[in-house]
């Protein structure tokens, strides 16, 4: 399951290098005067223990609408911390090719709602800051064949065993299957052996009932 979920990354990644796909990203922007900042998962949905970036964006608008001017060296003079709950932790970032472009891998260790806590200033302008990312997501999100289908193929397991144990105890009682030597213990010990499995089909239904 891990190799196969590091192979379909690396396709996913492959494909966004060379442009054969557009991504889709849920950003958060937030305003800090005349500039502009976004953050967000380099990959989404992101996913609990798979490795991901924490992608972050800084830019100052044009006067022509849909022009802008990337903010280089951003994080010389800000801070960069991610929040969960009630940890924290400072991260180093770090800048991409393109100007204004930044990123800090990470690995999600929790699913749930992550802050990114921007501290500093900017050219001059003081910046305090939590932005708030996409969720993070159970395993589930890319699981194939949904875990789900486990249950369903022991409960027709268990099933099979109810149908055979009934079998076996008709052919007893009807005398098909002969247990009459040595007194009828021969009997005693085939009830007892039936009654067992009977039992451990029990344990095994509140077993699976306890997993869901």
């Known amino acids: 399951m891990i190799t196969m979920k590091i192979a379909l990354f690396a396709i ?19 305003h800090v ?7 967000g998962w380099g990959i989404e949905p992101p996913v609990v223990g798979i490795r991901n970036d924490i992608v972050l964006k800084f830019i100052e608008r044009g006067e022509k609408e849909g022009t802008f001017t990337g903010i280089t060296s951003v994080f010389k003079d800000v801070d ?3 929040m969960f709950g009630g940890a924290s932790k400072k991260i180093d970032v770090n800048s991409d090719p393109k100007p204004g472009y930044y990123f800090s891998p990470i690995i999600p260790t929790k699913t749930g709602t992550y802050l990114i806590e921007l501290k500093g200033e900017i050219r001059g302008t003081p910046i305090d800051i939590k932005i708030p990312v996409e969720d993070v997501e159970p395993t589930a999100v890319l699981d194939f064949p949904p875990s789900s289908s486990e249950g369903t193929a022991d409960v027709a397991a268990l099933k099979n065993a109810i149908s055979s144990l009934q079998q076996d105890v008709s052919k ?41």
């Not at 499995?197 to 239904?205: E, Q």
Request: net charge negative.
């Open 33 to 39: 005067e005349q500039y502009e900042i976004e953050a």
């Open 172 to 212: 007893l009682k009807s005398g098909e299957t002969d247990v009459s030597y040595d007194g009828g213990q021969a009997y005693d010990f085939a009830i007892l052996g039936l009654s067992i499995a009977a039992a451990a089909i029990i344990l095994a239904i509140v077993s699976l009932i306890k997993r869901k």
């Open 12 to 30: 996913i990644g492959l494909l966004f290098s060379v442009g054969m796909i557009a991504p889709s990203f849920a950003h958060t922007t937030v």
């Open 80 to 82: 960069a911390t991610v």
